[in-house]
């Protein structure tokens, strides 16, 4: 046995001690068994907390969830490197263009506001 498996052995023996209850699922990024102490699902090998979901829908809503404050920072620097551009853009067709995609993004970033409340 290498040193990883016997350190994760003695990570769930040590959790079996405290009263955890060994799932029959495995480890979605290792295998190794799952372990249940309490309300959490913890595996021992990766040394993590696993968020086991019921459905689907569940996955997704939580995936979304995990990429809203990368899309609001993203939408953040698009506008200030828009606003950039628009203070050095002097011909007013582009300018009306830029000035139509900055409410685009505004209009975005309030709706990604929204989602979190």
Excluded: F
């Amino acid at each position: 046995m290498t040193k990883r498996n016997d350190a994760s052995i003695k990570k769930m023996a040590d959790l079996l001690r405290k009263g955890a209850t060994m799932l029959a699922q495995g480890c979605p990024q290792c295998g190794s068994p799952l372990m249940k102490m309490g309300d959490d699902v913890y595996c021992a090998t990766c040394d993590r907390r696993i968020v086991v979901m019921d459905s689907q829908e569940q996955v997704a809503s939580q995936t979304l969830k995990a990429l809203i404050p990368e899309l609001h920072e993203t939408l953040r620097k698009k506008l200030k490197t828009l606003s950039e551009v628009i203070e050095a853009e002097n011909d007013t067709e582009a300018l009306t263009k830029l000035a139509n995609l900055m409410v685009l993004l505004l209009q975005s970033l309030e709706q990604l506001g929204s989602m979190t409340n």
